[in-house]
Nanobody, 118 residues
């Protein structure tokens, strides 16, 4: 079974920083691309950042220059460093594994809440 456990969220003021972690099990972590997603109130879940098995990264335009995705294969963990946070970053953040068709796997974790106050 695939298990994804997100942590590190919290309440911060605009301009602050948070570092999210996602511990994965049940997959061969080192050969899978990983991604961070978020879902804000009243909005669909969106892909925020992706990191490939070789370390290549990609970001949605709204977070470029502020967020950094990274991975530690020895710990089966993917991270999202979030700096210069804005109120519009408020959402529940999830990680997941990319399938062969570039879609996330069906088994989502519980997510971690990020709230940015103004």
């Amino acid at each position: 079974q695939v298990q994804l456990v997100e942590s590190g969220g919290g309440l911060v003021q605009a301009g602050g920083s948070l570092r999210l972690s996602c511990a994965a099990s049940g997959i061969i972590f080192s050969i899978n691309a990983m991604g961070w997603y978020r879902q804000a109130p009243g909005k669909q879940r969106e892909l925020v950042a992706r990191i490939g098995s070789g370390g290549r990264t990609a970001y949605v335009d709204s977070v470029k220059g502020r967020f950094t995705i990274s991975r530690d294969n020895a710990k089966n963990t993917v991270y999202l460093q979030m700096n210069s946070l804005k109120p519009e970053d408020t959402a529940v953040y999830y990680c997941n594994v990319f399938r062969w068709d570039n879609q996330p796997m069906a088994s989502w974790g519980q997510g971690t809440q990020v709230t940015v106050s103004s």
